[in-house]
Nanobody, 123 residues
Framework: HVQLVESGGGTAQPGRSLRLSCAASGNTYSLNCLGWFRQTPGKEREGVATISTDTYSTYSSEAVKGRFTISRDNTRKMVYLQMDSPEPEDTAMYYC?????????????????WGQGTQVTVS
């Protein structure tokens, strides 16, 4: 089993950077994909970015491309989301997720493990 705990959420002014962190613990050796997703009330969960744990390949949604960057530290079992130039439209609950073998971003994928989420408000 894998546990994921997010941190770093809060309130930010538009344009002020924010960094989310996700700490993974448990049997992480089998994972090959880490991702960030977000959701606002009444809307479907949306993929933000994913990163492969073996190839380092990253994918970002069109909504955040060029502004948000996903990265990971395998040694510390951490995954990060650097949010630069956030906009009010980025306000959402952000979730860290982990999966194997599929590393999908779109289509509301059913990842095996999810964190509890951290709220980000941009205003």
């Amino acid at each position: 089993h894998v546990q994921l705990v997010e941190s770093g959420g809060g309130t930010a002014q538009p344009g002020r950077s924010l960094r989310l962190s996700c700490a993974a613990s448990g049997n992480t050796y089998s994972l090959n994909c880490l991702g960030w997703f977000r959701q606002t009330p009444g809307k479907e969960r949306e993929g933000v970015a994913t990163i492969s744990t073996d190839t380092y390949s990253t994918y970002s949604s069109e909504a955040v491309k060029g502004r948000f960057t996903i990265s990971r530290d395998n040694t510390r079992k951490m995954v990060y989301l650097q949010m630069d130039s956030p906009e009010p439209e980025d306000t959402a609950m952000y979730y860290c997720a982990a999966n194997f073998p599929i590393c999908a971003l779109h289509g509301n994928p059913d990842y095996r493990y999810w964190g509890q989420g951290t709220q980000v408000t941009v205003s």
